[in-house]
């Protein structure tokens, strides 16, 4: 039986190509939001779930944070993905004949340059996958779609030019979830772990619950604060930083943070996606 692996979006989006890429040889299931993908591993119809959390250019995703401790799920890995954005259209048409863009609007910021340098009018789609399907059954000469090249092989669209994003850095980083737990072994060098918390609501209580992380000596590589049901006063914060659970530093830097929050859920550890050390190799 083939392992399967969800996703939010139509077939041919990112996050399909994402899938791919981490896990070649699985099936991937096309999901209408974050939400039915979570249910699609909740209720055994997919083993993993793809999950976007941050871009290089856009930032953090929307709604994930909010979805992700109340998923019943459990981070088991990340995976990052470069952007590349092709310009697709049907057949007869040139980058000449067409005149309007459609994409999603994350994507249509992100290639700026060519939208101003050929002076096609954006038109805002719910995904790049969807423009793509839209685009295929429209057809026509002056009207292209912003989308993977996956995409384009997907819904029998020609590609007029790959890599039109305005900056080459453009990634996007990905959670994996699952529905139980795979912890790497204490001894596995780098590991990430990620966990959301809420201080209490007293003077310096962010910088007292954070304190242990810095005197453990552990590396925090994330963290980002939101609103809960919509409250100024309520805010939760999620966090990646370098280490187990298991290990002393990381585990006495959890049990800091313990006495000075109102809550602590751990999400996840993981091995940490090669990307990073690229990453930090290139900044130095």
Known sequence: MSKIIAFQ?????????????????????????FEAAMAAVRE??????????????????????RLLPESGLHVVGEHYERVEHCVLAPAGA???TI?????????????LNLLRDRRWEAVIEADTAG?????????????????????????????????VEDEAHNTTRFYVMSREPILPPVSAPDSVTT????VRSVPAALYKALGGFATNGVNMTKLESYMLDGRFTAVQF???VD????????????????????????????????????????AE
């Open 243 to 282: 280490g187990h659970p298991d290990q002393p530093p990381l585990r006495r830097a959890l049990e800091e943070l313990r006495f000075f929050s109102r809550e602590v859920h751990v999400l996840g550890c993981y091995p940490a996606h090669p990307y990073r050390h690229e990453q930090a190799e290139a």
């Open 238 to 240: 999620l966090c990646d």
């Open 94 to 96: 040139t980058l000449e």
């Open 9 to 33: 979006g139509l077939p041919g989006a990112y996050s399909d190509l994402a899938c791919r890429a981490a896990y070649p040889g699985w099936t991937t299931l096309p999901c209408p939001s």
């Open 99 to 111: 005149r309007r863009a459609h994409s999603h609007p994350v994507a249509l910021g992100q290639v």
């Open 131 to 163: 423009a793509a399907h839209l685009i295929a059954e429209r057809g026509g000469v002056e009207d292209a779609a912003i989308a993977s090249s996956l995409a384009g092989e997907i819904y029998g669209l020609q590609i007029l030019r790959r890599n």
């Open 44 to 65: 055994h119809r997919a083993e993993l779930a793809m999950l976007p959390c941050e871009n290089s250019l856009a930032g953090r995703v929307p709604d994930i944070h």
């Open 195 to 198: 966990f959301v918390f809420r």
